[in-house]
Nanobody
Framework: QVQLVESGGGSVLAGGSLTLSCAVS????????LGWFRQAPGKEREGVAA???????SYADSVKGRFTISRDNAGNTLYLQMNSLNVDDTATYYC?????????????????????WGQGTQVTVSS
């Protein structure tokens, strides 16, 4: 059983920064690819960033240069550093785990390639 718990969401002014964390509970977690998704009200869930166990990563065009995904294999934690936030980044953010090589196969943004999901954390950016 794999459990993921997000934290770090909140409210921030445009131009500000937030760091999301996702605690992953699984003795084999280091073998999983991990990803961040987000869903805004009335919109479909979209992939934000993904990272494989060796550290290779991918990003949605909308967040490239602003967001950084990283993982602490020793601490079983996934991170998403978000800088230069704008109102379009407002959404519920979810972390997810996949048994696939989602980056090398360009599946980072495909929700159907992830088997385990967290409950989400809200990020609100105001102007």
């Amino acid at each position: 059983q794999v459990q993921l718990v997000e934290s770090g969401g909140g409210s921030v002014l445009a131009g500000g920064s937030l760091t999301l964390s996702c605690a992953v509970s699984a003795h084999t977690w280091r073998w999983f690819s991990l990803g961040w998704f987000r869903q805004a009200p009335g919109k479909e869930r979209e992939g934000v960033a993904a990272i494989e166990r060796d550290g290779r990563s991918s990003y949605a065009d909308s967040v490239k240069g602003r967001f950084t995904i990283s993982r602490d294999n020793a601490g079983n934690t996934l991170y998403l550093q978000m800088n230069s936030l704008n109102v379009d980044d407002t959404a519920t953010y979810y972390c997810a785990a996949s048994a696939y090589y989602v980056v090398r196969f360009s599946w980072g943004a495909r929700a159907d390639r992830y088997s385990y999901w967290g409950q989400g954390t809200q990020v609100t950016v105001s102007s």
